[in-house]
């Protein structure tokens, strides 16, 4: 095992999978800072109290010692997350970026990394983080991609190196997401709009014949759980798509749309009630349907 010593900034939901994935493939020593630790009843605090991954006071002594960091923050504190640990990595560790943030995000943190003293990786994880964990299917660049892949090999990454150049790895999964999420915003807003007027069932048998999939019923209660579950922090990575269509010279209509979609399911999820539907589409989308003014 080449890292028996692993820092964590993020100690979300991606952060404590990659903890306890990290601790099943033998890192000793797991250390984690999360702004949210400023409130002793969140998530992330009680994480950080019951373990693996043992609670530190600030960024800089999180990462203090730590052979690798992987920054698991929001989009939007990709750099702030960056530039809170150059204090302590003079000792020369990898940092790995898993943050799906724009290829200038990426380059500026990674500037920002390369100058106090750490080694930059840059990453794009190309599926859910659940179920896969750690073994997400990756995108790496910068410089030292190549290196770390090599002393990295016992921790179970499935990996691929794309450049050496900053912002390649990002700017495909940019591009990515505003397919992806822009196809789930587009189901939500369809499917909902067809339920009103009871023409949902001519809607998916008029996809399956458009787009043949299996099941389109359950393909779109899936992608609509999706943006109300995590619609949040897919509205914060829509915006960094927005901003690498814009860096591109395209004006991001789509991209910018696609966000607002994004954060009206995670405003609407809060109104949802409690155990909402988990199989049926149709029940789904008339618990929506409710909360709508």
């Known amino acids: ?43 992330q605090s009680q994480a950080g109290r019951e373990g693996p991954a043992r609670a530190c006071v600030s960024a800089v002594d999180a990462v203090s010692g730590a052979e690798l960091v992987i920054s698991a923050v929001t989009a ?61 299917p990756m995108l790496m660049g910068g410089v030292y991609a ?19 150049e900053v912002g ?13 999420k822009g196809v789930e915003a587009l189901v ?30 359950k393909l779109a209660r899936y992608m609509i759980s999706r943006t109300l579950e995590h619609g949040k922090r897919r509205a914060e990575e829509m915006r960094e798509a927005a901003v690498t269509v814009q860096d591109a010279g395209i004006e991001p209509l789509m991209s910018r749309a696609i966000a607002e979609r994004q954060d009206w399911a995670a405003v609407t999820a809060k109104s949802l009630p409690a155990g909402w539907p988990d199989e049926d589409l149709f029940a789904l989308l008339d618990d929506v349907r409710k909360t709508l003014k």
């Open 1 to 43: 095992m080449a890292f028996t010593n692993v820092a964590l900034i993020g100690l979300g939901e991606v952060g404590r999978h990659f903890a306890r994935d990290l601790a099943a493939r033998g890192v000793t020593t797991i250390t984690a800072y999360d702004i949210a630790f400023a409130d002793a009843g969140s998530v």
């Open 76 to 136: 939007a504190a990709t750099l702030d997350a960056a530039k809170s640990t150059v204090g302590g990595l003079g000792h020369g560790p990898y940092y790995l970026d898993i943050n799906s943030a724009s290829p200038e995000l990426k380059r500026a943190a990674s500037q920002a990394v390369n100058a106090a003293g750490g080694r930059y990786v840059e990453a794009a994880v190309m599926t859910p983080v659940p179920p896969y964990g750690i073994a997400s």
């Open 146 to 164: 190549e290196a770390f892949l090599v002393e990295a090999e016992g921790l179970g990454l499935k990996a691929k190196f794309v450049s050496a």
């Open 168 to 180: 390649q790895a990002s700017a495909t999964k940019m591009c990515r997401s505003v397919m992806v």
């Open 188 to 217: 939500s807003e369809s499917m909902l709009t067809a339920r009103r007027y009871g023409v949902e069932q001519a809607v998916l048998a008029s996809l399956n014949d458009l787009l043949p999939n299996p099941d389109w019923e």
